[in-house]
C-alpha cells in the first residue's frame, strides 16, 4: 500500500528530497509549490519505502491502510491531486 500525508503537512519538503522514486509533489521548483495547502503522494508511483515518514517533522504521512479514521479521506486527496496534475 502507498503512502498518504495528511492535513498535518507543512510542506517543508524534506520528505521531497528523500523520495527514491520522486512520488511526492509539488516539488519547491513547480510553479504550484507556493500556492499548494500541503504535499501529495502518487499512490500509483509510490513504492513503499516509507523513507518520508521519518523525515516528516509534523508526522503528517501514514501508510493508507494505517491512516486514522479523521484522515482516512486524505488517500483520495492524494490520489486526486495527481490525477488533476496529469490533465
Request: hydrophobic share 40%; with cysteine.
Amino acid at each position: 500500500m502507498a503512502y498518504v500525508i495528511t492535513a498535518a503537512c507543512v510542506a517543508d519538503s524534506s520528505c521531497v528530497d528523500i523520495c527514491p522514486v520522486d512520488c511526492i509533489g509539488p516539488r519547491p521548483d513547480d510553479p504550484a509549490y507556493d500556492d499548494t495547502e500541503q504535499l501529495y503522494i502518487d499512490p500509483a508511483a509510490c513504492i513503499d519505502c516509507a523513507a518520508c515518514v521519518d523525515v516528516c517533522p509534523v508526522l503528517a504521512i501514514y501508510e493508507a491502510g494505517a491512516l486514522p479514521l479523521k484522515w482516512q479521506h486524505y488517500a483520495a486527496i492524494n490520489r486526486q491531486y495527481f490525477r488533476e496534475s496529469e490533465s
